[in-house]
């Protein structure tokens, strides 16, 4: 991202061509990979011209493309939330993250693959296909920011952006082998993003190294009187103090984190991690998150139930696919959603429609909530004692395509490091840390408290600049050999 900026602020690229590279890139690998559901290279062409035409403005991303994940509005552009569901839907508004980019000189460019409405972990529920590992094809890309990462990672995005409920940033980022940072809940303002769970969602940067992360989070960061949930207070840009280093950084890794489960290759890259961190001067002690056995099922619960009372409006009435010829308006209701939405966000509808129901409320949703703050807890518990906590994203590397989608269970499972902090609100990043035998990428976790993020990135960069992993890049030609062989 700063290398194309740079470009065109030195005059050597124009906004155009900058564009245009992309497209071109996208032609060659997105037949493989699937990570744009849409280029809107129209749109992007012209506001290049448009800006190749006037004086070079001073915005900080000036003439960049960025790439956005489906489920954030850009006027004038699709936004299908990867559903067909929304299929002939275009947003009449920019969302604030949107309209900050553009304000910064950045220009959003295409729509990009996710799961359905953001429910899950593979990309696997998209109304549009998969979205496949670059560095492996038979593989998953992770999710559900899939098509963000993705696209990051084959170079066919600069930067993009992404939203997190349950890990769909840091996951996907993992698997793929780039960075993706989730922000505390409330830094980034969620108006024009869609809503999948509201006391979770959060928009942030998927990127190829952690300055660029510090970047574009600087960018879109900040409080918006348009999101009520937005925080008023004000925090300095994280770019600044990113090569402060990690010496005398207290780094705790949650006994719980490290449990039966996790693959023995990533847990010892993890582990390889901590150590270079503890190289650099990072002390390093073990904590406990003792609630952490109950997170998946609280998730699940709470995020089911805001999703069922999110999506209600897809109706067909003003929003959404709507049936044809229906008989009376109880025909409509029905039909229009049975017809448009797939079959994980069914399951997670009625799971959340049954969680809130009368007769279960107390059972299920009370006992979540309970359950929320006793995990919010023990990361306030930890952080009286550590600054930062580090542990992997994901359990295990990219799962082959396939492998998960008759058992939702086992994909709800491998959430089980990326929840906790939604439910907590906290911050945490995925900075790539390793690659297993079979060349996946590893990534490694590390979690702040609310408002850390400054912390998080400055000790993400000291790792990164100590390692060399996020130099790696999928062999984009094998992959291009490989589809031509149709393997
Ligand atoms: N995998 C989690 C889910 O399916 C998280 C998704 C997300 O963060 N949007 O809900």
């Keep these: 991202m700063r290398d ?19 497209l071109e890139r996208i032609e060659r690998f997105d037949g493989r990979i699937n990570a744009y559901l849409d280029t809107t290279a129209e749109a992007a062409l012209a506001r290049a011209d448009a800006m190749d035409r006037g004086a070079r403005g001073e915005g900080r991303l000036w003439g960049v493309p960025i790439g956005i994940k489906d489920v954030i509005a850009v006027e004038g552009a699709p936004c299908r939330c990867g559903s067909r569901m929304l299929d002939r839907f275009l947003s009449p508004y920019d969302g604030t993250v949107v309209r900050k980019l553009k304000d910064a000189g950045s220009i959003p460019m295409g729509r990009l693959n996710m799961d359905e409405f953001a429910m899950g972990s593979t990309n696997e529920n998209s109304g549009f296909g998969p979205v496949c590992n670059p560095w492996d094809p038979a ?35 993992s698997l793929c082998g780039v960075v993706g940072l989730k922000p505390t809940y409330g830094r980034v303002s969620r108006f024009g993003l869609v809503a999948y769970a509201s006391s979770l969602d959060q928009i942030g940067p998927i990127t190829r190294d952690v300055t660029d992360a510090a970047l574009l989070f600087d960018v879109i960061c900040g409080h918006d009187p348009q999101d009520a949930t937005s925080l008023q207070r004000q925090t300095p840009a994280t770019s600044a103090g990113l090569e402060g280093g990690v010496k005398g950084m207290r780094i705790g890794l949650p006994r719980e984190y490290f449990a039966a489960g996790l693959d023995p290759e990533v847990e010892a890259a993890v582990r390889r991690g901590v150590e270079t961190l503890q190289g650099l001067g990072a002390e390093v002690e073990e904590v406990s998150l003792p609630h952490t056995e109950y997170a998946v099922a609280t998730y699940y619960i709470l995020a089911t139930a805001e999703a069922s009372a999110n999506l209600a409006r897809f109706d067909g009435v003003r929003y959404g696919h709507r049936c044809s010829e ?98 907590a609100g906290n911050c945490g990043i995925s900075v790539p840390c390793g690659l297993t035998a079979g060349g996946l990428p590893i990534g490694l976790q590390l979690m702040g408290p609310p408002f850390a993020e400054a912390e998080l990135l400055r000790a993400a960069r000291a790792f990164e600049a100590e390692t060399p992993w996020h130099r790696k890049q999928p062999d984009m030609a094998v992959l291009e050999q490989r589809s031509a062989e149709g393997a």
């Excluded at 349950?166 to 996907?172: L, V």
């Excluded at 279960?360 to 995990?375: E, G, M, N, S, V």
């Excluded at 994203?393 to 269970?409: F, K, M, W």
Aim: charged share 20%; aromatic share 10%.
């Design 4 to 22: 194309v900026s740079t470009a065109i602020r030195g005059g050597e690229l124009s906004c155009r061509e900058a564009v245009e590279a992309l």
């Design 139 to 173: 593989y998953v890309s992770g999710g559900s920011s899939g098509g963000s990462a993705a696209a990051v990672a084959s170079g066919m995005a600069y930067g993009a952006l992404g939203s997190d409920t349950g890990g769909s940033i840091r996951q996907p980022a």
């Design 326 to 423: 229906p008989e009376d308006v109880t025909d409509l209701y029905f039909r229009s959603r049975a017809e448009g939405f797939g079959s994980e966000v069914k399951r997670r509808i009625i799971l959340g429609t049954y969680v809130l129901s009368s007769g279960y409320y107390d059972a299920y949703y009370l006992r979540a909530q309970k359950a929320r703050t006793l995990i919010r807890r023990d990361f306030e518990k930890a952080f009286e004692r550590v600054d930062l906590l580090a542990a992997a994203v994901s359990p295990t590397p990219a799962y082959a395509l396939g492998a998960c989608v008759d058992d939702p269970l086992q994909m709800y499972l491998g959430d089980i490091l990326t929840v906790p902090m939604n439910l």
